[in-house]
């Protein structure tokens, strides 16, 4: 779905959090009053925060800075450009990684990559709703083709949690770690999530729709929903962090486009020690719960397969392939 010319218009001029009179916004996009007021009506249908003061106008409650195709591509490194084959970005789309799955159907090829200002049906691990508000988060979705089944991507999701660190790294955000299996954490709260949908045969061609789900900003009132202790760019950055928001997905695409393409021949060995040293879990506390099960225990680490090993009471050492990780920061 693509927002109308006129949609997008108000909303780049609004993007820059300062507030702007309806007799000023309707001279920018020569239409009257009414139809500004219609037009503001479906910035908030989308979920996008508003302020509204007689007298002054109306801003948005936070600045923001649209996803720009040209800008993006123009950041990507040379490598990362031969990778990606196409760079959709959607401004409301029900899922990325739907989307992409669909594509993978119809023939996509790898490098496929897809990005939303909206989602409608933002979807996490184990079915979860994943929060996505209009123009402040990332919504972004990769397809890639491998040749020898999902065995051979087995622990992809954790290099891929590498190269987002790498990614939030270079951008300058520290006390970034990493939560077994898919989850990026800054400050012991969750920053962005990651989720691997794979389709095809069991020893033959397959393919890998690659999710990411990262917080920009939310609001309290947008964060109402969300279980666990959460985190966005903006804490960390402060209020000029949305004008990252195009600069942070090349980051990321250029982290994640080579590892996607060579973790096949590489595979998780390449990857774990490094994961390791950003491991967010190991010595806690925590209770791993496998369907009705409930593991509880001290976190050790991951083994070389990438399994979450985890030490009872009387010190033993058992891994798990699956499973939800609970544990209290300190």
Not at 43 to 48: A, K, N, R, T
Not at 153 to 167: E, K, M, W, Y
Not at 315 to 330: H, K, P
Request: with cysteine; charged share 20%; hydrophobic share 40%.
């Amino acid at each position: 779905m693509l927002l109308s010319d006129t949609l997008k218009q108000l909303l780049n001029i609004l993007a820059d959090g300062e507030f702007h009179s309806g007799t000023e916004l309707a001279q920018q996009l020569a239409i009257s009053r009414s139809a500004i007021w219609k037009q503001l009506q479906a910035l908030e249908d989308l979920g996008v925060d508003l302020i509204a003061i007689t007298g002054k106008g109306y801003r948005l409650q936070q600045p923001l800075q649209l996803l720009n195709q040209q800008t993006v591509i123009s950041q990507l490194s040379p490598v990362t450009q031969t990778l990606v084959q196409q760079l959709e970005i959607h401004d409301v789309i029900d899922s990325t990684n739907r989307h992409l799955l669909e594509q993978a159907r119809q023939g996509a090829a790898s490098g496929t990559v897809c990005v939303a200002e909206y989602q409608t049906a933002g979807r996490g691990r184990r079915g979860r709703q994943w929060v996505s508000p209009f123009g402040h988060n990332l919504y972004l979705s990769i397809l890639w083709h491998y040749q020898d089944g999902p065995a051979s991507i087995a622990g992809l999701s954790l290099a891929l949690g590498v190269a987002v660190v790498r990614a939030l790294k270079q951008l300058g955000i520290e006390e970034v770690g990493l939560k077994w299996p898919n989850d990026i954490y800054c400050q012991q709260r969750k920053l962005a999530g990651i989720l691997v949908e794979v389709s095809g045969e069991s020893s033959g061609p397959c393919h890998a729709v690659i999710g990411l789900g990262l917080n920009f900003y939310l609001s309290p009132q947008q964060a109402e929903t969300i279980e666990q202790a959460w985190i966005d760019i903006a804490s960390v950055l402060g209020e000029n962090a949305h004008q990252h928001r195009n600069h942070l997905l090349a980051l990321l695409l250029n982290q994640l486009m080579p590892v996607i393409a060579e973790f096949e021949s590489k595979g998780l060995s390449y990857f774990v020690d490094e994961w390791r040293s950003y491991d967010c879990l190991k010595g806690q506390a925590a209770s791993l719960y496998i369907g009705e099960n409930r593991f509880d225990g001290t976190i050790v680490g991951i083994d070389d397969n990438g399994l979450i090993q985890l030490a009872d009471e009387k010190g033993q050492i058992r891994s798990y392939a699956s499973g939800e990780v609970s544990f209290r920061a300190s």
